[in-house]
Nanobody
């Protein structure tokens, strides 16, 4: 059973930075994509950034390109999301997720995942 545990959320001022981490356990040696998603109350969950286990292909939502950087540590089974120049509209609950069927780009685009973490709140406010 795959388990995902996010950490690193919190309150930050506009223009500030935060780093989210996701520790994954139970992953097999097969293909998977792992990604970050976010959701605010009353809105659909959206893909933020997704990366494939087979290569370094990384997908980003247009709204975060140039500000967010996703990275992974294969040996530790962790992924991180470095979020810079944060804006109030980045406020959301951020989820880590794993998808075993689709590419990283498809995972982020269609918001598909087999496993989800519990989420961590990110609030950008002065």
């Amino acid at each position: 059973q795959v388990q995902l545990v996010e950490s690193g959320g919190g309150l930050v001022q506009p223009g500030g930075s935060l780093r989210l981490s996701c520790a994954a356990s139970g992953l097999t040696s097969g293909y998977y994509a792992i990604g970050w998603f976010r959701q605010v109350p009353g809105k659909l969950r959206e893909g933020v950034s997704c990366i494939s286990s087979s290569d370094d292909e990384t997908a980003y939502a247009d709204s975060v390109k140039g500000r967010f950087i996703m990275s992974r540590d294969i040996a530790k089974n962790t992924v991180s999301l470095e979020m810079n120049d944060l804006k109030p509209e980045d406020t959301a609950v951020y989820y880590c997720a794993v998808e075993t069927r689709y590419t990283a780009q498809a995972m982020c685009r269609i918001v598909s995942a087999d496993y989800w973490g519990q989420g961590t709140q990110v609030t950008v406010s002065s």
